[in-house]
């Protein structure tokens, strides 16, 4: 088939817009360089949406207009407004706005082909992939939203049969699919899909408690670029295909490197119920043995820190949800002038998406030199003098390490049980999202500062100040 | 299948080693800023829904592609702005702290 002149230059346009794509991936290998892979691969997109508009089928441009004004001034001022606390909640819900346009526009243009001629073979199957992950994708994004805004309780949500619903609803999408790749649907079978695929969607995430997000937050970045490269099929538009398979690469390369952090595979993320069984598992942990904990003041820990020759800060959720990343590095800075050496432990599930921690640390403007991953840190526990463990609990449980019957048995931890010190800022006694008592606690090196993370922060620089 | 198809095959298959190669060597420091960057190219498939939208010819797909485009540009504006954001703080250097 030979083109003519205006869809020649769209060709062009497209190639040049995926060279620019992997360009700017490319340069987030690098944190020197990651700003301007973001432009790069924006200059990609824009301009593969640019050349789109000549694209002869588009007949009408004031609705196009209107919709993308309306929708990117929603985009543009809730981006330049969200709290970087909030950028988990964010992430997730742009991830569902992409997931939404796939399963619309997979939909769509198949109720527009098949006006002219059935739709079967290889085309319904894109169809029907392209719209049930994009909706799977929007639902279960629009519900991990609002666990994270805490819209919903990010306590597991359970009902009995929950796994064999679901099933079931998984085997209606594809039986129906079935009937429209080979034939027998009827003009309602796209919607039913469409429906069921919603439902689903949002039934998977509602079980999945807080602490398994970052392995949620990056299978539905997959489902999603999964979803528009099909999309892509569907309207035979390569730059689509593309684009959406690139992101559907980085979304599975980073839900496997959760998965493995959590020693979890994604089954059982997705259907293990993670918190029901841990509470009756630590609940029978607890019963045991009557365990103490001892408490420690602002001022006993400001003294130990100043002393301290090495001092390792964990960060996890409560340090995010107590806003209190500023305050971190204000000790950090305070530490630092006394000589202390101060490093940053980050866990890769700590936080509730991946590399959450670093985003946060980086806000507070902590130089990403201190900040080291949990593989390159454990081995320095050993001559590490004070452990400051902010806001973290199951990344460093030792009882992944130490009791067969833990329910996060298996999963690498950061061992700051093998530091000289260690110091635990906690709100109260509460447990973690899974409700695992923390065996941490209970240790004889081990000292709790109860109150909110930030408060505590701030009163360590104050007591630091006079000793 | 049409031979359309089957080259988008080819691409589909292509992209998954060129997307492997070129994400793996993102540092985990970088793992957020990933994340959003590639939400934001996902956002691409407004394209999808400006050619719906562009050819509707039925109230139904007026609407579905009306709803479309206004999710998929949300979708690609703030992804970008809400990276780029997120990369500056990234991109001080450890010597310019104060």
């Known amino acids: ?467 | 299948m049409t031979r359309e198809l089957v080259l988008s095959i080819y691409v589909v298959i292509l992209a998954v080693f060129t997307g492997y190669e070129v994400i793996s060597r993102v540092p985990s420091i970088l793992h957020t800023p990933l994340m959003s960057a590639t939400n934001a190219i996902h956002g691409i498939v407004l394209l999808g829904a400006m050619l719906v939208l562009g050819a509707a010819d039925t109230p139904v797909l007026h609407v579905l592609g009306f709803i479309a485009v206004v999710l998929g540009a949300a979708n690609v504006f703030g992804g970008f702005v809400v990276t780029d954001r997120m990369l500056e703080m990234f991109k001080k250097k450890p010597e310019a702290r104060k």
């Open chain 1, 1 to 467: 088939m030979i083109l003519d002149t205006r869809a020649n230059i769209i060709a062009v346009a497209y190639i040049v817009a995926a060279v620019l794509l992997i360009f700017g991936l490319r340069k987030l290998s690098s944190p020197a360089t990651a700003r301007s892979g973001n432009m790069l691969a924006a200059a990609g997109v824009f301009l593969a949406l640019a050349i789109t508009l000549l694209d002869r089928s588009i007949v009408t441009y004031w609705e196009l207009a209107l919709g993308i004004v309306i929708g990117g001034a929603i985009g543009i001022v809730a981006a330049r407004k969200v709290q970087m606390t909030a950028m988990p909640q964010m992430v997730g819900l742009l991830n569902g706005l992409g997931g939404g346009t796939a399963a619309l526009v997979s939909l769509s243009e198949y109720l527009r082909l098949s006006m002219a001629a059935p739709v079967r073979g290889g085309e319904a199957v894109s169809v029907v992939l392209g719209t049930a992950i994009g909706s799977v994708s929007f639902t279960g994004s629009v519900v991990a939203f609002a666990k994270l805004q805490e819209l919903l309780s990010s306590k597991p949500f359970q009902f009995p049969l929950q796994r064999a619903f679901n099933g079931l609803l998984l085997l209606v999408i594809l039986a129906l699919g079935a009937t429209m790749v080979v034939g027998g649907d009827t003009a309602t079978t796209p919607w039913i899909v469409f429906a069921v695929a919603l439902a689903l969607g949002a039934l998977l995430v509602l079980p999945i408690g807080g602490g398994d997000m970052p392995v949620v937050i990056a299978t539905l970045n997959a489902l999603t670029g999964i979803a528009a490269a099909f999309t892509g099929l569907v309207l035979h538009n390569q730059i689509l295909v593309v684009a959406g398979i690139l992101v559907g690469a980085s979304g599975t390369l980073l839900t496997l490197l959760m998965g493995k952090a959590m020693n979890r595979s994604l089954g059982n993320v997705f259907f293990g119920a993670f918190g029901a069984t841990a509470t009756a598992a630590g609940g029978a942990a607890a019963g045991g043995v009557a365990k103490t904990v001892r408490q420690t003041s602002a001022e006993d820990t400001a003294i130990a820190l100043a002393y301290a020759r090495k001092v390792v800060i964990v960060p996890g959720y409560g340090l995010a949800v107590a806003e209190g990343q500023h305050a971190v590095r204000e000790l950090a800075q305070e530490l630092e002038k006394r000589g202390v050496d101060v490093k940053f432990a980050i866990h890769p599930v700590a936080g509730r998406m991946p590399g959450h921690m670093n985003v946060l640390l980086a806000e507070a403007n902590i130089p990403y030199d201190e900040l080291v991953e949990m593989d390159q840190i454990n081995g320095d526990f050993d001559s590490t003098d004070v452990v400051l463990v902010v806001g973290a609990n199951d990344v460093v449980n030792p009882a992944a390490r130490e009791d067969p019957a833990s329910p996060i048995y298996g999963m690498p931890i950061l061992d700051v049980d093998k530091a000289r010190n260690v110091i635990v800022l906690k709100r109260s006694m509460g447990t973690g999202f899974a409700g695992i008592d923390n065996a941490l606690f209970y240790r004889d090196r081990t000292r709790m500062l109860f109150g909110d993370a930030k408060k505590s922060l701030t009163s360590l620089v104050e007591a630091l100040k006079t000793v």
